[in-house]
């Protein structure tokens, strides 16, 4: 059983910076893991997955270039550094381990999610 618990949310100011984490517990060396996201009256959507060995992040296009993903070298830790910051962007970011592909379906688990509020 893989349990994911993420972390770093809060409220920043538009142009600011948060670095979200998520820990796992238990064995998930099959599976990928990255973020999704969702606001209110919205469905949940794609933000940015690593690939199963971490070596290459893939990003939703509203996130290239403010966005980073990545893990620490035991697959423990999943980060995510968020820059620029836009009222938009003001959401719960939710971790998930799964398939790797953009359809949040396709993830088996996933965390409680932590809020990210940006005002502007």
């Known amino acids: 059983q893989v349990q994911l618990l993420e972390s770093g949310g809060g409220v920043v100011q538009a142009g600011g910076s948060l670095r979200l984490s998520c820990t796992a517990s238990?064995?998930?060396?099959?599976?990928?893991w990255g973020w999704f996201r969702q606001a209110p009256g919205r469905e949940r959507e794609f933000v940015a997955v690593?690939?199963?060995?971490?070596?290459?992040?893939y990003y939703a296009d509203f996130v290239k270039g403010r966005f980073d993903i990545s893990s620490d070298n035991d697959k423990t830790t999943l980060y995510l550094q968020m820059n620029d910051l836009k009222p938009e962007d003001t959401a719960v970011y939710y971790c998930?381990?799964?398939?790797?592909?953009?359809?949040?379906?396709?993830?088996?688990?996933w965390g409680q999610g932590t809020q990210v509020t940006v005002s502007s």
């Open positions: 998930a381990a799964g398939s790797g592909s953009y359809y949040s379906y396709e993830y088996k688990y």
């Open positions: 690593l690939s199963r060995i971490g070596d290459a992040g």
């Open positions: 238990g064995s998930f060396s099959t599976y990928a």
